[in-house]
């Protein structure tokens, strides 16, 4: 005969089991909107479910009125918002996927970051000006649709050619999202800040201008000393060798889920512009 402390125990862990595939599901929705304009969306969907809490709670009739219509009929607005964004999620369940991406991600970026070092350290021995910025945990897409379409993979032989002087594509940045070189030619925003070295051109302006509003980590190479650099958090960090150039892009983009305060701790008083 079953105890109710069994019943119990089994109801406890079917609860649990319930809740953790739940919140999985949940965060695996997340990353495939993350870094798109669904995100803002979703800001406006919370703000408008909090509004609708708080007039409910306050006893707000007409307020709430307008709140629940709002609720009841913005089901079928945000399938037909969130559309492309369900279409790519139910592409990749579709081809096993949707569980499986983290398991690819850090082999196409150990990948990503070879291509990325050879093709800079080529370019910085000829002097060969580039622009190349990471996308984190910040999405870049307003910056990425200022640019060029390229949606290919990353391979230094491209990234190279991008960068050619008096090619279509050498003036601006070259955007990375997700293990693939998403755009060229994009426009970045200019750092307005006044400590910056004067003897800094535009290219390393608008480096430290990205990186003053998102997370991105952006290398630069200098078309007049052929110096790599790279900017972080309003930083910029130059003279970098390939070995160092390495280093701080698997601290900060390969390994980004963990602690990345290693880079200010390790440049803070050396080669800082």
């Known amino acids: 005969m079953v105890s109710w402390s069994e019943i119990n125990l089994l109801d406890l862990l079917r609860s649990v089991v319930d809740i953790l ?42 307020l709430n009125f307008i709140m629940t219509q709002a ?3 913005g089901v079928l607005a945000i399938i037909i918002i969130f559309q492309p964004e ?7 369940l579709g081809r096993g996927r949707f569980f499986s991406r983290e398991l690819q991600e850090e082999e196409i970026r150990k990948q990503a970051i070879e291509a990325i070092v050879k093709a800079t350290t080529y370019m910085a021995k000829r002097r060969i000006g580039a622009l190349i910025s990471i996308e984190r945990e910040t999405g870049l897409n307003e910056y990425i649709e200022t640019g060029i379409p390229i949606e290919a993979q990353i391979t230094s032989q ?6 050619i002087p008096n090619t279509p594509l050498h003036d601006g940045a070259v955007i990375i999202k997700d ?17 910056i070295s004067k003897e800094l051109g535009t290219r390393h302006r608008a480096a ?10 952006t290398i630069v190479v200098s078309e ?8 972080k958090n309003g930083e910029i960090y130059r003279n970098l060798t390939e070995e160092r150039l390495t280093e701080l ?14 880079l200010r701790w390790n440049w803070r008083g050396k080669n800082n512009g």
């Open 249 to 262: 892009l698997e601290l900060n983009w390969l390994n980004q889920t963990k602690s990345v305060s290693g």
């Open 158 to 163: 491209l990234l190279i050619n991008i960068f």
């Open 86 to 92: 369900l279409r790519r999620a139910l592409e990749q």
């Open 21 to 62: 595939l739940v919140t999985y599901v949940i965060y695996k929705l997340i990353m495939v909107i993350r870094g798109t304009k669904a995100v803002q969306l979703l800001k406006g969907i919370t703000v408008i479910v909090v509004v609708w809490f708080l007039s409910s709670l306050l006893q707000l009739k007409t």
């Open 179 to 195: 293990g693939e070189i998403k755009a060229a030619a994009c426009y970045l925003p200019l750092s307005e800040s006044p400590f």
């Open 224 to 231: 007049e000393t052929g110096a790599i650099s790279i900017t």
């Open 208 to 217: 430290i201008g990205v990186s003053e509003v998102t997370d991105c980590v």
């Open 71 to 73: 609720i009841t009929y």
